[in-house]
Nanobody
């Protein structure tokens, strides 16, 4: 059974940092791609960072240079390091793992950037 459990969200001031974690059970990082998405209130969900099974990363323009996706294959955990946070980064952040035929999501963790 595939399970994804996010943690690390919370309230942070503008300019601050957070690191989100996603513990993934039931899949191999050597086969599945990994991604973080977010959804702000009243807006559509958007992809913020993707890491392919081969380790190639890509980012939304709005977070380039501020967010970093990484993984620990030994612990089957994927991370999203977020720095220089802005109020517009506020939203529910979701961890996602997918292959050509399968797609799994976590339950989400809330990030609020506010003074």
């Amino acid at each position: 059974q595939v399970q994804l459990v996010e943690s690390g969200g919370g309230l942070v001031q503008p300019g601050g940092s957070l690191r989100l974690s996603c513990a993934v059970a039931g899949i191999s990082f050597s086969i599945y791609h990994l991604a973080w998405h977010r959804q702000a209130p009243g807006k559509q969900r958007e992809s913020v960072a993707i890491m392919t099974s081969g380790g190639t990363t890509s980012y939304a323009e709005s977070v380039k240079g501020r967010f970093t996706i990484s993984r620990d294959s030994a612990k089957n955990t994927v991370f999203l390091k977020m720095t220089s946070l802005k109020p517009e980064d506020t939203g529910a952040y979701y961890c996602n793992t997918f292959s050509r035929t399968e797609d799994y999501w976590g339950q989400g963790t809330q990030v609020t950037v506010s003074s």
